[in-house]
Nanobody, 121 residues
């Protein structure tokens, strides 16, 4: 059984920053990468960033490059997403999931509660 709990979202003004956390428990599937996804109102869920538990294999969506930084702490089974220079278009529910290495494909079809990020203009 794997549990992923996202936290750190909130309301922030455009240009501000937030740091999201994803805590994994149970089977942590260390052979897979970890990733962040987001779903904006009325839109499909999309990939944001991914990283391996050792801190390598970092991938970003074009929308995240230069503004977001993903990191991992294998000792704490936690993955972070530092989001800077936030824009209203970043408003979404952010989710984490395991990721098939080298891809943007999530391992699990079920998703947690996510953490809400709202960026005001």
């Amino acid at each position: 059984q794997v549990q992923l709990v996202e936290s750190g979202g909130g309301l922030v003004q455009a240009g501000g920053s937030l740091r999201l956390s994803c805590a994994a428990s149970g089977r942590t599937l260390s052979s897979y990468s970890m990733g962040w996804y987001r779903q904006a109102p009325g839109k499909e869920r999309e990939f944001v960033a991914a990283i391996t538990w050792s801190g390598g294999g970092i991938r970003y969506a074009d929308s995240a490059k230069g503004r977001f930084t993903i990191s991992s702490n294998s000792a704490e089974n936690t993955v972070y997403l530092q989001m800077n220079s936030l824009k209203p278009v970043d408003t979404a529910i952010y989710y984490c999931n395991f990721v098939i290495p080298g891809t943007v494909v999530p391992v699990f079809n079920s998703w947690g509660q996510g953490t809400h990020v709202t960026v005001s203009s």
